[in-house]
């Protein structure tokens, strides 16, 4: 099976990148009627007020994927729990594959003394059973996918639903992400990097809700 680590990194990094890539806080559409009828070239003191004008300027939020997920303790736990699955995987396949090996060194050492029938009979019986064992290593295989596909959902909703919550009230125009596989960012004011903020309520949120389990 792929390893677990790079794999898990890999589809996680690529799921978060993607949800903080853009969001977009809704602006009322502007009345292009209006415009049209007036095609007038603006003035320097109507260009100066247009660059004063708050509302003309962009709230942007930075978060840096890579510490994000480091520090979040929800991938923590969702990596381990995958961790846990794969060694069970591997140390049954690894049980299997002794038994069937030891199974192949028996007949070996018995073959001279079996007849041909029967020589071809135990061949048969052990093709069948190789062939068990490499449908057992496909099944454990598609089955430790699906697994990891749907914990890295639950990861997904779950940052992707406070990210929501937590912009309702900091109503940042755009929210950029950054790692060091994907790179949507060109230069940035260090003010606006909101990950520690947004790592704090995670964690606050994830530890509320072990709390109400208990």
């Known amino acids: 099976m792929k390893n677990i680590s790079l ?4 589809v996680m990094a ?3 990148i993607i949800l903080f890539y853009l969001q977009l806080s ?6 292009t009627s209006e ?3 007036h095609e007038e070239v603006p003035t320097v003191s109507d260009v100066e007020e247009m660059i004063t004008n708050d509302s003309a300027v962009s709230k942007i ?4 994927v890579d510490s994000l997920q480091m520090k979040y303790k929800l991938y923590d736990e969702l990596k381990a729990q995958l961790e846990k699955k794969e060694k069970s995987y591997d140390a049954q396949l690894t049980a299997k594959s002794k038994e069937f090996q030891k199974k ?7 073959a001279p003394n079996m007849t041909q029938f029967e020589g071809e009979l135990k061949q048969k019986e052990l093709a069948e059973e190789e062939e068990k064992l490499y449908q057992m290593r496909d099944d454990y295989a598609q089955r430790f996918e699906k697994e990891m596909i749907e914990l890295n959902t639950q990861l997904y909703k779950s940052i992707k639903d406070y990210i929501k ?3 309702e009230l900091t109503k940042y125009d755009i929210i950029i992400g950054e790692s060091q596989t994907r790179n949507f960012v060109l230069d940035f004011n260090k003010n606006i ?5 947004v790592v704090d309520g995670l964690n606050k949120k994830y530890n509320e809700n072990k709390q109400a389990k208990k």
Do not use: M
């Open 165 to 167: 919550q937590h912009n």
């Open 193 to 197: 990097d909101i990950t520690s903020d």
């Open 7 to 10: 794999a898990l990194n890999a």
């Open 35 to 37: 415009t049209a009828k």
């Open 61 to 64: 939020g930075y978060i840096n």
């Open 14 to 16: 690529v799921a978060i």
């Open 104 to 110: 192949i060194e028996d007949f070996r050492k018995k």
């Open 26 to 31: 809704d602006k009322p559409a502007e009345n």
